[in-house]
DNA sequence: TTGTATAGCTCCT
DNA sequence: GCTATACAA
């Protein structure tokens, strides 16, 4: 199974965010025992706890930022720094539990904390990849290829990427929630009959996702409807500037395309020929879509479609 | 039905 | 980061 290693990291680096927060070592020393920091003690306690219930573990790591999201990480970089003052105030104040949820809440999982946990890969001979750009996308690819039964993450974008198999909310003791898209059709609350794929990724996108704010008065009830009238992007636009109620950008025909683009061209690593290629390889409406932008860098650096 | 505000949670002992 | 809940629009 692939694992989103940064969910783990994150969860991990709770247990010490003051420390992390005040830059105080959280490594144990013993002359008899190799000790990790705590963050990633508790990493290697979840792999072990899978490689025990029979399952090989796959690591999946976040690699480089992605233009798109530049927007939403600033604003949560910046809401992570706020968090740290407030936090330092507290302790002055001597509110240490409060000042121990706002040091948690500004927890930035750096890169070399991420090597730290790599390092125990490699020694522990676990495996692992660095994803090019989002971890997502990549643990997505490796389960598109055969190459992991499911995915371990706490984030539903796995589900817009396409992916039909993902583990969420597992514990310690192994329980969690399998979410299976194959079983999409078997919801009771919404109809989801004849939806493909793509329909579903855009109703995402229309209900907001980290690279297209949503529309103020569009949740994930009235994407569905939209998406149910009509598949066809430029449609979809029209439809809600059809009704007044609705804010919509100039651009925003542009950012949407932009969004599902991203998702369906994401650049991930091709482990059997060792090369980067598109989560997605097709022909048609998508390279129609991406055809019509003349700058392709919202895809990364090195954008890779097929023509 | 949706947005906003608010509060609670992850760790470990 | 995510989730649940209440309440207003």
């Known amino acids: 199974m692939a694992v989103d290693a940064s969910c783990w990291l994150h969860t991990g680096a709770y247990s010490c965010a003051y420390e992390l927060a005040k830059g105080i070592p959280t490594r144990q020393y013993c002359k008899f025992a190799i000790y990790w920091p705590r963050y990633v003690e508790y990493c290697v ?10 399952v090989t ?10 233009p798109m999201k530049q927007n939403v990480e ?7 720094s706020k ?3 407030e936090a330092e105030k507290l302790v002055l104040e001597g509110n240490h539990d409060l000042a121990f949820k706002k040091f948690a809440e500004g927890i930035t999982i ?8 790599i390092k125990v890969c490699k020694e522990k001979k676990i495996e692992f990849f660095v994803a090019p750009y989002e971890a997502d996308a990549q643990m997505t690819y490796l389960y598109k290829e055969g190459y992991v039964a499911a995915i371990i993450t706490e984030d539903s974008d796995l589900l817009a990427f396409g992916c039909d198999r993902v583990l ?3 514990d310690n003791e192994g329980y969690g929630y399998e979410i299976n898209m194959k079983n999409l059709e078997n919801a009771t609350e919404l109809n989801f009959a004849n939806f493909s794929k793509d329909m579903f990724l855009k109703m995402c996108i229309l209900g907001g996702c980290d690279y297209l704010p949503s529309i103020k008065g569009i949740g994930l009830k009235t994407a569905y409807k939209i998406v149910k009238e009509t598949t066809d992007i430029p449609e979809i636009v029209r439809i809600i500037k059809r009704d007044p109620k609705y804010p919509i950008t100039q651009t925003y025909q542009e950012d949407f395309t932009r969004a599902f683009l991203t998702f369906k061209f994401h650049t991930v690593y091709d482990f059997n020929n060792k090369t980067l290629t598109p989560l997605n390889k097709m022909q048609g409406t ?3 879509e991406i055809s019509n932008f003349t700058d392709k860098s919202f895809l990364g650096p090195y954008p890779l479609y097929y023509q």
């Open 45 to 54: 306690k979840r792999i072990s706890q899978i490689i025990q219930a029979g």
């Open 57 to 66: 573990p796959v690591l999946v790591f976040d690699g480089g930022r992605l």
């Open 74 to 80: 600033k604003a949560r970089a910046k809401s992570r």
């Open 83 to 85: 968090n740290k003052e």
């Open 110 to 117: 750096t890169a070399p904390m991420v090597y730290e946990l």
């Open 168 to 170: 969420f909310k597992l």
């Open 286 to 288: 998508p390279y129609i």
